[in-house]
């Protein structure tokens, strides 16, 4: 939701099955009682979804997070040895005020709000996940980005100490993403910094994640320490291990299938393993927003 006053949550005043009727909830900024003292603002985002939402259990308990293991539940078995306190972000390449920034101080002043947004795996299965969070151009615009910037780079934490998975080569560690600089800037992208009302989990990503709702899931990178702007394209992690399978710009699209299977369909986490799938969305059901973007583009070229 919107930002809280006197360190409260929606956690803490809301139980979560009542979260989970949210669009009943009235909108606008409730009273505690006590004092006069102003409570949460429900700041109702425009671009969510109205669909149902998943359980807790489920967005917390089946993760891809390989920087803790391979298999759906290591995630949630092993991130509770990172330490997210304190974190701060590195932001370099063309920007006007590089520098190393506290989490505390890049959020202070963010307009954080509720993102309701649909999430697609590149494995064919979704959720629908409250997100809480900022849109990355706010923090872009408050660096300065210089005119010769095209692309946005990132990258996750590398600590193997806490972060048992980077203790095996499955991947190139750290991780990397990236976006095109029209793509960051988009209101659609937004950092996280919660979900359900909560701080982020370390298995989904904590204390600072990207989200991008109409591109796989992959590409939205989690427990962020840098951020690069550059004229070149940069290097992605999946794009890097195989190329044949995982584009730069891994926008979902039902019509361009994995080499190893079908996008066309896709299941939804909580319907049970016997569960009917769903005709997956261009876009991921978010391409009256972002299909301008790629006006002229060969998707499938440009997978």
Same mark, same amino acid.
């Given at each position: 939701?919107g ?6 949550t929606?956690? /803490? &005043? +809301?139980?979560?099955?009542v979260?989970?009727?949210r ?5 606008g900024?409730l009273?505690?009682g ?7 603002t ?5 671009f969510?979804?109205?669909?149902? &939402?998943n359980s807790?259990?489920?967005?917390? +308990?089946y993760n891809?997070f390989?920087e803790?293991?391979?298999?759906k539940? /290591?995630?949630?078995?092993?991130a509770?040895?990172?330490?997210t ?9 063309l ?6 920034y ?7 002043g ?6 309701i947004?649909?999430l697609r795996?590149?494995e ?18 408050? &660096?300065?980005v ?5 692309y946005v ?6 600590r ?20 095109r ?6 209101p659609?992208t937004i950092?996280?910094?919660?979900l359900y009302?909560?701080p ?11 989200? &991008?709702?109409w591109?796989?899931?992959f ?6 320490t840098?951020? +690069?702007?550059?004229? /070149? ?5 999946w ?9 730069f710009?891994?926008?979902?699209n039902?019509?361009? /299938?994995?080499p190893?299977?079908?996008q066309?369909?896709?299941?939804r986490?909580g ?8 005709d +997956?969305?261009m876009f991921?059901?978010y ?5 301008s973007?790629?006006?002229?583009m ?6």
């Amino acid at each position: 939701m919107g930002r809280t006053r006197a360190g409260l949550t929606w956690a /803490d &005043v +809301t139980p979560e099955a009542v979260y989970l009727n949210r669009r009943q909830m009235m909108t606008g900024v409730l009273a505690l009682g006590a004092g006069g003292i102003a409570g949460p603002t429900l700041a109702a985002s425009g671009f969510s979804t109205d669909e149902a &939402v998943n359980s807790f259990e489920d967005v917390t +308990t089946y993760n891809n997070f390989y920087e803790f293991g391979t298999g759906k539940d /290591d995630p949630a078995r092993y991130a509770d040895a990172l330490t997210t306190d304190p974190w701060s972000i590195e932001i370099d390449g063309l920007v006007d005020r590089p520098g190393t920034y506290g989490l505390e101080d890049i959020v202070a002043g963010m307009d954080v709000e509720e993102r309701i947004y649909r999430l697609r795996c590149v494995e064919g299965w979704s959720m629908v996940v409250p997100w809480e969070g900022f849109e990355l151009n706010a923090l872009l615009n408050r &660096v300065g980005v210089q005119p010769s910037a095209k692309y946005v780079a990132f990258e996750t934490l590398l600590r193997p100490s806490e972060m048992r998975g980077q203790q095996y080569g499955v991947l190139e560690w750290p991780y990397r993403e990236g976006l095109r600089l029209d793509e960051a800037m988009h209101p659609l992208t937004i950092l996280a910094t919660g979900l359900y009302g909560k701080p982020l989990p370390n298995q989904n990503g904590a204390p600072i994640r990207l989200v &991008v709702p109409w591109k796989y899931g992959f590409k939205s990178i989690k427990s962020i320490t840098k951020i +690069t702007l550059t004229e /070149d394209q940069p290097a992605t992690s999946w794009n890097m291990v195989l190329p044949r399978e995982y584009g730069f710009f891994s926008n979902v699209n039902p019509e361009v /299938d994995h080499p190893r299977w079908s996008q066309a369909t896709e299941r939804r986490i909580g319907g049970g393993l016997f569960a009917k799938r769903q005709d +997956t969305l261009m876009f991921n059901g978010y391409a009256e927003e972002v299909a301008s973007l790629y006006g002229g583009m060969d998707l499938v070229k440009n997978f």
